[in-house]
């Protein structure tokens, strides 16, 4: 895998189109920079990798685009040691960027080819996020509670079992809705079925999928 110097200057220039949009947290701007995103994709969109726009990855999923990546990164409010659950791998670039800004990750994904190619990639590129094959609407319950949990695909409702994974202060950073856009939302869990919800807009998710595995 080559990450030139031409990369590099795409990446740059990412970069601050991510920050006209209103990115400011500078570790989410030098995970950007610093992360090669071509990596994370097929070889036929290695070309496009530094436009701010989703591709597809296979599996019928996307590779998010870099502001929504950094918007919800940023919602998530990490701090360094942050044990995170993120659901749905995808192409694995979620989680390197959680990592790199300190998060402990723990990343679950449901369709197998993704799940290992995800796994060898991020290992290859010493990430260290531990990534699982299975629902990502139960979570994890074995490693739970989270600190924090990042949901990368539309839900139609909240799952209850990410809910009770969350520890108590924790925050879930989900987009949420029925049909082709979702309403991004993060609640904090103030105590025992005490949440806080807030709203942050619309955007357009692959479905989040559960019972396959």
């Known amino acids: 895998m080559i990450d030139d110097y031409r990369h590099k ?12 949009k209103g990115i400011s947290d500078p570790r989410i701007l030098s995970a950007i920079e610093s992360i090669p995103r071509h990596f994370f994709m097929d070889s036929s969109f290695v070309e496009f990798a530094y436009q701010d726009k989703p591709f597809p990855i296979g599996s019928g999923q996307t590779i ?13 409010q990490v701090e360094k040691g942050c044990k995170v659950l993120e659901v749905g791998t995808g192409s694995g ?28 990639l991020i290992a290859h590129l010493n990430f260290h996020s531990r990534v699982f094959y299975g629902d990502g609407y139960k979570g994890l319950s074995t490693h739970a509670p989270f600190d924090r949990i990042l949901v990368t ?3 139609t ?3 209850d079992a990410l809910l009770q994974q969350l520890k108590i202060g924790g925050k879930l950073v989900i987009p949420v809705g029925v ?15 005490d949440y806080q919800v807030e709203e942050f807009g619309t955007f357009r998710f692959v479905p989040l999928l559960q019972n396959k595995v």
Do not use: D, N, W
């Open 64 to 76: 998010s685009q870099p502001y929504t990546v950094a918007f919800q990164t940023e919602l998530l």
């Open 179 to 193: 049909g082709a856009t979702q309403i991004m939302k993060r609640i904090t869990k103030k105590a025992l079925e």
């Open 153 to 155: 695909a539309g839900a």
């Open 157 to 159: 409702q909240i799952p």
């Open 9 to 20: 200057g795409l990446r740059r220039k990412l970069v601050e189109e991510v920050r006209s």
């Open 93 to 120: 670039y979620q989680a390197c960027v959680l990592a790199f800004i300190g998060a402990r990750v723990y990343s679950i994904e449901r369709h197998h080819s993704l799940y290992l190619k995800a796994k060898e």
